[in-house]
């Protein structure tokens, strides 16, 4: 199997993966979930906040999904895919150090670590052209 076509692979999947879970972040049930795991720093003081970075974050994740099927914006989607999953990190953390209160959202710290730093590094895979 060529490089190409491994590349490809992983940028349909990476894809699929980015555009389902931006759109679940318009999902009621889901979204409310998302917004309670913005950590208290970056809430602010409008109650509108955390709903409001659950739908630009989802944007975030389909327009990249999308961005990496298209070979003109292949390279910037997954570099700016990169940079997204170092900036909801935080988001991620949070959330681990609070099971009792996220459930399964509350992916082990550990766990959640490696797997974004996998994910990061098929991002910039993904936006390698070859």
């Known amino acids: 199997m060529s490089i190409e076509v491994v590349s490809l692979v992983v940028r349909v999947l990476l894809s699929v993966a980015f555009v389902a879970m931006g759109v679940l972040h318009f999902v009621p049930s889901a979204a ?3 917004a309670a795991i913005i950590p208290p720093a970056l809430r602010g003081s409008d109650p509108r906040t955390p709903r409001r970075f659950v739908a630009f974050t989802g944007l975030c994740e389909i ?3 999308v961005g990496l099927l298209l070979p003109p914006l292949q390279t910037a989607a997954g570099i700016l895919l990169a940079v997204f999953l170092v900036a909801v990190f935080p988001a991620n953390a949070f959330a681990a150090r609070h099971p009792e ?3 399964r959202l509350a992916i082990p710290f550990w766990p959640r670590l490696i797997g974004q730093l996998v994910l990061i590094g098929l991002c ?3 936006a390698v052209r070859f």
Do not use: T
């Open 32 to 34: 409310k979930g998302m």
């Open 63 to 65: 327009a990249g999904g």
């Open 101 to 103: 209160r996220f459930g």
């Open 124 to 126: 910039v895979f993904a």
